[in-house]
């Protein structure tokens, strides 16, 4: 009996975890929905990169990664699930002005997750606001370099990459700093506990 309910409980914490990584790419899909077009940048201004942060954080390194290769997967195979300002479909939009940003989502979730865990100190059950503000800067940060970069490769000019993707976005990133610590500091223990 004790074997049967071992095996229960272990298919239902799979489960979970499979609903928790569909879920974050869902998020991640319809935060992409919310673009404003800057002037002068072929890159707009979206929720995504808030969405990530919070997926990163509240799932943990393992899941939160698997979420947004699902999310690439997903997008990739040519579901809508990218930002509709930018015409570019599928695998294409991994080669155009956003990709580096949509790249680097996985492995800035994966950070998030990892430095925002609260099992990481001994006896912290809860991760305090400095540990979380710490994993969402290097999250932001993580995303704006593979932006970067990719821009870097699209333009040939490190100057005209930095005004095209990192200078315009820095003020919208505090406020998705702010509120990623708040809902991280306060969601992140019972999100993880279930998983």
């Given amino acids: 009996m004790e074997q049967v309910l071992t095996i229960a409980s272990g298919r239902t914490l799979a489960l979970r975890r499979i609903v928790a990584v569909v879920l974050g790419a869902v998020l991640v899909a319809a935060a992409a929905?919310?673009?404003?077009?800057?002037?002068?940048?072929?890159?707009?201004?979206?929720?995504?990169?808030?969405a990530v942060?919070?997926?990163?954080?509240?799932?943990?390194?393992?899941?939160?990664?698997?979420?947004?290769?699902?999310?690439?997967a997903m997008g990739i195979a040519g579901l809508p699930v990218f930002t509709p300002t930018v015409p570019?479909?599928?695998?294409?939009?991994?080669?155009?002005?956003?990709?580096?940003?949509?790249?680097?989502?996985?492995?800035a979730?994966?950070?998030?997750?990892?430095?925002?865990?609260?099992?990481?100190?001994?006896?912290e059950n809860r991760p305090s606001w400095a540990r979380v503000a710490l994993a969402v800067l290097a999250g932001l940060v993580l995303i704006h370099l593979g932006g970067l970069a990719?821009?870097?490769i699209i333009t040939g000019d490190l100057s005209a990459a930095a005004r095209f993707g990192t200078l315009p976005f820095l003020l919208g990133d505090l406020g998705k700093l702010a509120v990623a610590v708040a809902v991280l500091t306060k969601l992140t223990p019972s999100v993880r506990a279930r998983l």
Wanted: positive net charge.
């Fill in 109 to 123: 979730a994966f950070a998030v997750g990892w430095l925002s865990d609260p099992g990481r100190q001994p006896g």
């Fill in 150 to 152: 990719q821009l870097v």
């Fill in 33 to 50: 929905q919310v673009a404003v077009p800057l002037p002068g940048t072929p890159v707009p201004m979206t929720l995504q990169p808030l």
């Fill in 88 to 107: 570019l479909v599928g695998i294409a939009r991994l080669l155009g002005p956003t990709g580096g940003y949509l790249l680097a989502y996985p492995v």
């Fill in 53 to 72: 942060l919070l997926v990163g954080g509240l799932l943990g390194a393992r899941l939160g990664a698997l979420s947004m290769i699902l999310y690439l």
